[in-house]
């Protein structure tokens, strides 16, 4: 790990202050990640603006409805808040296939939304990488890239966003609200990270100097229809090869609202609209579903190694939407398959 | 060279620090505080073998600066066993047999005690679950749960 100064901000003004001071600063919150990030050295941050005692710790039902979740709420204590496991069941559900019970303790909300990609290369300062070192090439075209994109590449860049969490709030859509000099804005869940394009250096649109502050949860919570099921390599505390949130509102056998996401296959959480238009108003069964998939993955591509995940992603689909319609989510301790 | 002043309470002792900030609570607690019950083992974050109870919650020291630990409570394996007593965990991974080369042991117990103390997890597959972050390369994972199945029962 590079020598780095430290300093704690005071409060959110302060934080956003520090880093516009020093464009070498990184926040830290948690430290899951940067930390880990520090020790490959694919982050060399000259200064670490501790934010972890900044008061963003609190999940509020705001007047309007919905749920509003700070963003130094720790991962754990999100997934197993009793409004979330109650209200808002996939959002916990998918927090929970994710990391190990040490990492979710420790990882905030916030982080979670910025935690960089986990593809090979990009943690490898030996070889390649256009995240990394923007111009240098991809290693992962052309190399192992099983574990990498099949929707949204580019011709530089097929990492994918490794977060569960950011999956099931994509599905909710969810709103991230930052501040910045500017000051404050908010971005819709779906806009928050970006495709590679020719800028795979860039993962979100949030600003240099801003800093998440809230994720805030519409009121609509698909507490009945809904599953996360995550496809892995091992049984637990394994990235996602394939992910699927899915969340149905039905009535009498007929599909009113669907929401549809993937995790494990693109840059960012992938909603697609023409697919979730395609589910509603038919009913709640495989051939529809199966249709849905086939929208989806239209323009899927493998590189190699990862063209397994365009049939397994179809299935994936297919069973996710079935296991919701039936109000059977996928448990995230037995690991059966129903 | 940044210096930073730290206080932690590890083991029910308050413990002031001069240190970098770049030290890990791991490398503060084996190197500078010779609590070397912790081990390191990836220094990832990957295989649970760091792992301390941190305000009675399980987490990897060798992802947590020391520095920004200001103020915690920290427990190491060092720190549960009470008046020449071992901790009850502790005791079942004895009467379990549950480790043999024991360098994860310590990681172990701490996730286990932080597991029964939450108290979320309940059935055999819970458990397993709870536990993921905890890796035993020699493979003692029966006797781990069948441990921790027990001191659940007798807390």
Same mark, same amino acid.
């Given at each position: 790990m590079?020598?780095?100064?430290?300093?704690?901000?005071?409060?959110?003004?302060?934080?956003?202050?520090?880093?516009?001071?020093?464009?070498?600063?990184?926040?830290?919150?948690?430290?899951t990640?940067?930390?880990?990030?520090?020790?490959?050295?694919?982050?060399?941050?000259?200064?670490?603006?501790?934010?972890s005692?900044?008061?963003?710790?609190?999940?509020?039902e705001?007047?309007?409805?919905?749920?509003?979740?700070?963003?130094?709420?720790?991962?754990?204590?999100?997934?197993?808040?009793?409004?979330?496991?109650?209200?808002?069941?996939?959002?916990?559900?998918?927090?929970?296939?994710?990391?190990?019970?040490?990492?979710?303790?420790?990882?905030?909300?916030?982080?979670?939304?910025?935690?960089?990609?986990?593809c090979?290369?990009?943690?490898?300062?030996?070889?390649?990488?256009?995240?990394?070192?923007?111009?240098?090439?991809?290693?992962?075209?052309?190399?192992?890239?099983?574990?990498?994109?099949?929707?949204?590449?580019s011709?530089?860049?097929?990492?994918?966003?490794?977060?569960?969490?950011?999956?099931?709030l994509?599905?909710l859509?969810a709103?991230v609200?930052?501040v910045?000099?500017?000051?404050?804005?908010?971005?819709?869940?779906?806009?928050?990270?970006?495709?590679p394009?020719?800028?795979?250096?860039?993962?979100?649109?949030?600003?240099?100097?801003?800093?998440?502050?809230?994720?805030?949860?519409?009121?609509?919570?698909?507490?009945?229809?809904?599953?996360?099921?995550?496809?892995?390599?091992?049984?637990?505390?394994?990235?996602a090869l394939?992910?699927?949130?899915?969340?149905?509102?039905?009535?009498?056998?007929?599909?009113?609202?669907?929401?549809l996401?993937?995790?494990?296959?693109?840059h960012?959480?992938?909603?697609?609209?023409?697919?979730?238009?395609?589910?509603?108003?038919?009913?709640?069964?495989?051939n529809?579903?199966?249709?849905?998939?086939?929208v989806?993955?239209?323009?899927?591509?493998?590189?190699?190694?990862?063209?397994?995940?365009?049939?397994?992603a179809?299935?994936?689909?297919?069973?996710?939407?079935?296991?919701?319609?039936?109000?059977?989510?996928?448990?995230?301790?037995?690991?059966?398959i129903? | 060279?940044?210096?930073?002043s730290v206080?932690?309470?590890?083991?029910?002792?308050?413990?002031?620090?001069?240190?970098?900030?770049?030290?890990?609570?791991?490398?503060?607690?084996?190197?500078?505080?010779?609590?070397?019950?912790?081990?390191?083992?990836?220094?990832?974050?990957?295989?649970?073998?760091?792992?301390?109870?941190?305000?009675?919650? $399980?987490?990897?020291? %060798?992802? &947590?600066?020391?520095?920004?630990? #200001? /103020?915690?409570?920290? @427990?190491?394996? !060092?720190?549960?066993?009470?008046?020449?007593?071992?901790?009850?965990?502790?005791?079942?991974?004895?009467?379990?047999?549950?480790?043999?080369?024991?360098?994860?042991t $310590?990681?172990?117990? %701490?996730? &286990?005690?932080?597991?029964?103390? #939450? /108290?979320?997890?309940r @059935?055999?597959? !819970?458990?397993?679950?709870?536990m993921?972050?905890n890796?035993?390369?020699?493979?003692?994972?029966?006797?781990?749960?069948?441990?921790?199945?027990?001191?659940?029962?007798?807390?």
């Open positions: 590079n020598s780095f100064q430290y300093s704690r901000a005071q409060d959110v003004a302060d934080a956003v202050r520090q880093s516009a001071a020093d464009g070498s600063a990184k926040f830290i919150a948690g430290g990640n940067l930390v880990d990030l520090m020790k490959y050295e694919v982050e060399r941050p000259a200064r670490l603006i501790d934010i005692h900044l008061p963003l710790r609190a999940i509020e705001p007047p309007g409805g919905g749920l509003r979740v700070g963003a130094l709420v720790p991962n754990s204590d999100l997934a197993w808040h009793p409004q979330v496991k109650e209200r808002y069941p996939l959002l916990s559900s998918a927090i929970l296939a994710g990391a190990s019970t040490q990492l979710r303790n420790m990882a905030s909300t916030g982080g979670n939304l910025l935690q960089r990609t986990r090979l290369y990009f943690y490898d300062v030996a070889t390649p990488c256009n995240k990394r070192k923007p111009g240098s090439g991809c290693a992962a075209i052309g190399g192992i890239n099983r574990i990498n994109a099949i929707l949204g590449t011709d530089v860049c097929i990492a994918t966003h490794p977060s569960d969490m950011c999956v099931a994509a599905a859509d709103t609200h930052v910045g000099p500017e000051g404050e804005r908010a971005i819709a869940m779906t806009d928050f990270h970006r495709l394009g020719d800028t795979p250096e860039r993962d979100t649109n949030l600003g240099a100097n801003e800093i998440v502050t809230a994720i805030a949860l519409p009121a609509r919570s698909f507490r009945t229809h809904y599953t996360y099921l995550k496809i892995r390599d091992r049984l637990s505390y394994a990235f394939v992910a699927v949130a899915a969340a149905l509102e039905i009535e009498g056998g007929i599909i009113r609202e669907a929401r996401a993937l995790g494990g296959v693109a960012k959480p992938w909603r697609d609209p023409e697919a979730e238009a395609v589910l509603v108003g038919q009913s709640a069964e495989r529809t579903f199966a249709k849905a998939a086939s989806v993955l239209r323009d899927a591509k493998g590189f190699g190694h990862n063209d397994f995940k365009i049939d397994l179809r299935r994936t689909i297919i069973r996710a939407l079935d296991q919701a319609a039936q109000g059977t989510p996928q448990s995230q301790s037995d690991k059966r129903a | 060279m940044q210096q930073i206080a932690l309470t590890v083991n029910g002792v308050r413990r002031e620090l001069e240190i970098a900030p770049w030290t890990t609570l791991l490398d503060a607690l084996r190197e500078r505080l010779g609590l070397t019950g912790t081990k390191k083992g990836c220094d990832h974050g990957q295989c649970g073998a760091c792992t301390v109870l941190l305000d009675g919650r $399980p987490i990897n020291s %060798c992802l &947590a600066l020391a520095v920004m630990q #200001d /103020g915690s409570d920290v @427990t190491t394996v !060092e720190g549960l066993a009470r008046d020449g007593t071992l901790h009850p965990v502790q005791q079942a991974f004895i009467d379990h047999d549950a480790f043999q080369c024991g360098y994860c $310590p990681g172990q117990i %701490c996730s &286990a005690v932080g597991l029964i103390s #939450d /108290g979320r997890a @059935t055999r597959a !819970e458990i397993r679950e709870a993921s972050g890796i035993c390369r020699c493979g003692a994972y029966p006797n781990i749960i069948a441990a921790i199945e027990e001191a659940m029962k007798a807390t």
